[in-house]
């Protein structure tokens, strides 16, 4: 009996050691797929941002002034963009979500048709942020030079571009009549060159007739009797001659 009873009371004892680690393993893999603490539907916070947009006095705002903004959380690359109406941000400031944090303007696109917008150019801010607590913070847009002269002065950097080129200031677009000095020195190079290749066709051609051609510094031909040779040969057909009559008054005692 008492080896019996020791018997049942080791296989009780090993049944709940047993029983004991599988509800310790059950417990642990519970305890590793069930989310972290705020991991369960955690989503991104984000804040409000305002746009607003000023436009030049002679460009008049457009359904069509589409802009793309793209930037960056300041120290990381991945880009996102903001696609604003500009239009919509003249008449009063608009607000959009964004994560909270400071960010870098890296590129402005515009996708509207006003050649006007095109030609002034067009730029905003550098940075903005997204804070939470603090009121929003306003993105300025300017388009045209006017407006975005006076986004310039405010110091606080803009990223402008002017005919789709990202350029330093406003200040460095083209000047007006520009481009029609450009062609027009462009039409005059033209016409030089084909003077010159004009020239020495006119040179080549002379030289397959085996005529030397004496140019002067413009690369003007001369007429043959400009030659020096050319212009000394009456020269020596007088002096010639004289030495002949000399020479058979002399035969004949008249001299």
Do not use: W
């Not at 009559?245 to 002399?250: G, K, L, P």
């Amino acid at each position: 009996m008492r080896r019996l009873f020791r018997t049942l009371r080791t296989t009780i004892f090993v049944m709940v050691a047993i029983g004991t680690l599988m509800l310790s393993a059950t417990l642990n893999v519970s305890a590793s797929e069930a989310p972290a603490p705020g991991e369960a539907g955690e989503t991104e916070e984000t804040g409000k941002l305002r746009i607003a947009c000023t436009y030049s006095s002679d460009i008049t705002p457009d359904e069509g002034d589409a802009f793309t903004i793209s930037y960056v959380l300041t120290g990381l690359t991945d880009v996102s963009t903001l696609e604003v109406n500009a239009s919509e941000a003249a008449d009063g400031e608009i607000e959009v979500d964004v994560p909270y944090g400071v960010y870098n303007v890296v590129d402005i696109t515009y996708d509207g048709n006003n050649e006007d917008i095109e030609a002034q150019g067009y730029g905003t801010d550098l940075i903005f942020q997204v804070v939470a607590g603090e009121d929003p913070d306003v993105l300025q847009l300017a388009v045209g030079n006017e407006a975005g002269s006076d986004l310039e002065s405010a110091g606080d950097g803009v990223l402008a571009k002017i005919r789709g080129y990202i350029v330093n200031s406003f200040d460095d677009q083209p000047m007006e009549g520009s481009a029609d000095s450009t062609e027009e020195e462009a039409e005059e190079d033209t016409s030089e060159t084909e003077a010159d290749d004009t020239s020495q066709d006119s040179r080549r051609d002379d030289e397959r007739q085996g005529e030397t051609v004496y140019y002067d510094e413009d690369g003007e031909s001369q007429d043959s009797n400009s030659s020096p040779f050319k212009k000394a040969i009456p020269l020596l057909i007088a002096a010639g001659i004289v030495a002949i009559v000399i020479f058979i008054m002399h035969k004949t005692g008249r001299i």
